[in-house]
T-cell receptor, first 116, second 111 residues
Framework: DAGVIQSPRHEVTEMGQEVTLRCKPI?????LFWYRQTMMRGLELLIYFNNNVPIDDSGMPEDRFSAKMPNASFSTLKIQPSEPRDSAVYFC??????????????FGDGTRLSIL | GQNIDQPTEMTATEGAIVQINCTYQ??????LFWYQQHAGEAPTFLSYNVLDGLEEKGRFSSFLSRSKGYSYLLLKELQMKDSASYLCAVRVNTNAGKSTFGDGTTLTVKP
């Protein structure tokens, strides 16, 4: 049973470059979440989708960040242009809707992003 | 929004019992989750509470009091591998699917 798959696992790039992070959720899951985790700010929700539709993007830090979910099995998070302060671990998670809302989120292994 | 508080760090001895507390302030509460996150890894689901009381799952138990906005995670017979960060997450609104995470409690288990 495949879990949430993220790529790449590590990315090191220079500031100003475009960065694209990819996520494949668990098949059959209705929700997809993008998080950013740093020591200073903990785990922050950036955006989440329900049935491929963005529901809440209030956590997206600024216009340099964008996310898409063109179909139920694929999502991207793009940063353009990237800045050193974007360095963090980015997690993608997915969950089922669940009648009693007891469905947990399943996290991918994350992408460790370093912007030099 | 939600306000979630957890202690930053805790230390305990192998074989002992430890209780990690979480307090929250929110409206439209609809469930509380505990996740475990080992260093350098992703969070993994441990437990879920939506009604008051204790949920037991092997060495781990989780308690909820909705009137007090309070939960705890109880870890028994501590093992070295339990050293990790423990995240409390609150969900509001059944249909939203969204949970807000606390900053996590880093537990160190010593021999």
């Amino acid at each position: 049973d495949a879990g949430v798959i993220q790529s790449p696992r590590h990315e090191v790039t220079e500031m100003g470059q475009e960065v694209t992070l990819r996520c494949k959720p668990i098949s059959g899951h209705d929700y997809l979440f993008w998080y950013r985790q740093t020591m200073m700010r903990g785990l922050e929700l950036l955006i989440y989708f329900n049935n491929n539709v963005p529901i809440d993007d209030s956590g997206m830090p600024e216009d340099r960040f964008s996310a898409k979910m063109p179909n139920a099995s694929f999502s991207t998070l793009k940063i353009q242009p990237s800045e050193p302060r974007d360095s963090a671990v980015y997690f993608c998670a997915s969950s089922m809707r669940g009648v009693y809302s007891n469905q947990p989120q399943h996290f991918g292994d994350g992408t460790r992003l370093s912007i030099l | 929004g939600q306000n979630i508080d957890q202690p930053t760090e805790m230390t305990a001895t192998e074989g002992a019992i430890v209780q990690i507390n979480c307090t929250y302030q929110t409206s439209g509460f609809n469930g509380l989750f505990w996740y475990q996150q080992h260093a350098g890894e992703a969070p993994t689901f441990l437990s879920y509470n939506v009604l008051d009381g204790l949920e037991e799952k092997g060495r781990f138990s989780s308690f909820l009091s909705r009137s007090k906005g309070y939960s705890y995670l109880l870890l028994k017979e501590l093992q070295m591998k339990d050293s990790a960060s423990y995240l409390c997450a609150v969900r509001v609104n059944t249909n939203a699917g969204k949970s807000t995470f606390g900053d996590g409690t880093t537990l160190t288990v010593k021999p």
